[in-house]
C-alpha cells in the first residue's frame, strides 16, 4: 500500500487546514486508518484514528472537538479536518494503514504502511 498524504502548510492560529491522505491499495475498507504527528525533538505521536468501516474513531485528547477524522472508500482516501489551530499544532503530520478489521491501533507500531509526511505549521 502506498499512502500520499497532502494538505498541510503554514496557517495563523485559530485557522484551519484540511490533510487528505491517498491510498493505493484496493480495497482499500480492509484497512483501519490513522493520522499522527511529529513535532522537533518530540516522539511521533496519535492524533486520530478511524476503522475499516468508519466507525471507531478515536480522538487524541489534545484535539479532540477541534479536529475530524473522516474516510472516503469510493475515493480511497481519509482526511483529517484542523479547526481552531494552536502553535502547539505545528508537525509533520503522518497517515498510516493498519491491515484488517480489527480495532484501530493508537501507538506507532500498529501500522503497517505510513505516508511520507505533510508540514503543518501554526503561528501564533
Known amino acids: 500500500v502506498q499512502l500520499q498524504a497532502s494538505g498541510g502548510g503554514l496557517v495563523q492560529s485559530g485557522g484551519s487546514l484540511r490533510l487528505s491522505c491517498a491510498a493505493s491499495?484496493?480495497?482499500?475498507?480492509?484497512?483501519?486508518m490513522g493520522w499522527f504527528r511529529q513535532a522537533p525533538g518530540k516522539e511521533r505521536e496519535i492524533v486520530a484514528t478511524i476503522g475499516w468501516s468508519g466507525t471507531a474513531i478515536y480522538y487524541a485528547d489534545s484535539v479532540k472537538g477541534r479536529f475530524t477524522i473522516s474516510r472516503d472508500i469510493a475515493k480511497n482516501a481519509v482526511y483529517l479536518q484542523m479547526n481552531s489551530l494552536k502553535p502547539e499544532d505545528t508537525a509533520v503530520y503522518y497517515c498510516a494503514a493498519q491491515k484488517g478489521r480489527s480495532t484501530p491501533s493508537t501507538i506507532v507500531h500498529g501500522y503497517d504502511y505510513w505516508g511520507q509526511g505533510t508540514q503543518v505549521t501554526v503561528s501564533s
Open positions: 491499495k484496493r480495497p482499500f475498507s480492509n484497512y483501519a
